[in-house]
């Protein structure tokens, strides 16, 4: 509980004083890339609830690679990533290690990295899970710097129940978006939520805040 208040609270920090810098542009993970992808899923061993999580099946994604504080090159910085599917958003971020480690946001010096929901999910069921990613170990790798991040590269997505970690698909990069797309796109997990695989808690609650704050300065609709 400790650990989300202080996740909640580092968050709505890092919002406040981005707000007060920025303009017209991102107020959370500013320097990004996005791509075109293929999602496929093979789907849970044991069912979370959830029809994109359970079901099999291959969905045409869009993806966004960034970096939350935005520093250049191979600098660490807290990378996030960003996959609407099916119109639905599933944002994650760089973590650390553990049960607890995986909720709290950790700077890292690769795109090559852990990555977690940072707080959880609930199912159709009822069930509550936490989504992550990470290196694929017989994919292309990521790299350390956005220029690096191209096609062809992947992550493996996993599914987390108490101690229970259930590897149920795979995101492949495609193509690069033009600039103007990848400024324009407006991620929001809150807003772009299924029935059946929707955030919850107090974290989550802050971040719809702060994206929907960011798209009002930004001159973004969502």
Same mark, same amino acid.
């Given at each position: 509980?400790?650990?989300?208040?202080?996740?909640?609270?580092?968050?709505?920090? &890092?919002?406040?004083?981005? #707000?007060?810098? *920025? %303009?017209?542009?991102?107020?959370?993970?500013?320097?990004?890339?996005?791509?075109?992808?293929?999602?496929?899923?093979?789907?849970?061993?044991? =069912?979370?609830? *959830? &029809?994109?999580?359970?079901?099999?099946? %291959?969905?045409?994604?869009?993806?966004?690679?960034?970096?939350?504080?935005?520093?250049?090159?191979?600098?660490?910085?807290?990378? +996030?990533?960003?996959?609407?599917?099916?119109? /639905?958003?599933?944002?994650?971020?760089?973590?650390?290690? +553990?049960?607890?480690?995986?909720?709290?946001?950790?700077?890292?010096?690769?795109?090559?990295? %852990?990555?977690?929901?940072?707080?959880?999910?609930? /199912?159709?069921?009822?069930?509550? #899970?936490? $989504? !992550?990613? +990470?290196?694929?170990?017989?994919?292309?790798?990521?790299?350390?710097?956005?220029?690096?991040?191209?096609?062809? !590269?992947?992550? #493996?997505?996993?599914?987390?129940? +108490?101690?229970?970690?259930?590897?149920?698909?795979?995101? /492949? $990069?495609?193509?690069?978006?033009?600039?103007?797309?990848?400024?324009?796109?407006?991620?929001? =997990?809150?807003?772009?939520?299924?029935?059946?695989?929707?955030?919850?808690? #107090?974290?989550?609650?802050?971040?719809?805040? &702060?994206?929907?704050?960011?798209?009002?300065?930004?001159?973004?609709?969502?």
């Amino acid at each position: 509980m400790m650990a989300k208040r202080w996740a909640a609270g580092v968050l709505a920090v &890092a919002v406040g004083v981005r #707000l007060a810098r *920025s %303009r017209r542009r991102r107020s959370l993970h500013p320097a990004g890339r996005s791509l075109r992808g293929e999602l496929q899923i093979w789907g849970c061993v044991e =069912p979370t609830g *959830s &029809a994109l999580l359970d079901q099999p099946g %291959r969905y045409d994604v869009t993806v966004r690679m960034s970096k939350g504080w935005g520093t250049r090159g191979a600098r660490a910085d807290v990378r +996030g990533v960003a996959i609407r599917v099916e119109g /639905t958003d599933l944002l994650l971020s760089t973590v650390g290690p +553990g049960r607890w480690g995986r909720r709290l946001p950790m700077p890292r010096r690769t795109f090559d990295a %852990r990555y977690g929901s940072i707080a959880a999910y609930r /199912t159709g069921s009822g069930g509550k #899970l936490y $989504l !992550a990613a +990470g290196p694929d170990p017989v994919g292309r790798p990521l790299g350390r710097s956005l220029d690096a991040v191209g096609e062809a !590269a992947t992550l #493996l997505l996993y599914a987390i129940r +108490g101690v229970a970690v259930q590897p149920f698909g795979r995101v /492949t $990069l495609g193509e690069t978006l033009p600039s103007p797309v990848d400024a324009a796109l407006a991620f929001d =997990p809150i807003r772009n939520a299924s029935r059946d695989l929707h955030p919850t808690g #107090l974290l989550h609650g802050v971040r719809g805040v &702060a994206y929907r704050a960011s798209q009002r300065w930004r001159g973004v609709v969502q």
